[in-house]
């Protein structure tokens, strides 16, 4: 195999990862169980080694230094090596006075198909 091929190769095997996102409350993660199952799932297809007890760690790990009566969620990724990536980031409360919305036809937006708009 050449090396720029062997480079190539490596470098898509780098990028292909399997990602799922996780809440936590006082209570721990929610639904743990069915993320690490889903995961698994995942690995089994893309042929990534999986070991949820490293992953299992990680969490522990994170959510030991969590900030009391606070939501986060947390990101697990996976890569094609078997390598799992935490990331922890706050919840933040949404805005209670509403959602903007906007209407695609009103922003210059042609409509690709009558099923874009449903008028009543």
């Known amino acids: 195999m050449s090396e720029n091929l062997h480079v190539k ?6 990028r292909a990862k399997s990602d799922e996102a996780l809440g936590y409350t006082n209570e721990g993660v929610r639904h743990l169980e069915r993320h690490l199952r889903r995961l698994q799932s995942s690995a089994l297809y893309f042929g990534f080694p999986f070991k949820d007890t490293h992953l299992r760690q ?3 790990a ?7 009566n606070t939501s986060y ?5 996976l890569n094609a ?7 922890v980031a706050p919840l933040m409360a949404l805005r209670s ?14 409509l690709q198909s009558h099923l874009d708009c449903f008028q009543g």
């Open 9 to 14: 190769r490596h470098e898509k095997e780098e």
């Open 58 to 60: 990680m969490l522990s």
């Open 62 to 68: 994170h959510c030991a230094g969590m900030t009391p």
């Open 73 to 77: 969620r947390i990101r697990a990724s």
């Open 81 to 87: 090596a078997g390598e799992f990536q935490v990331s």
């Open 97 to 110: 006075d509403g959602v903007d919305v906007l209407h695609a036809p009103e922003q210059g937006f042609a």
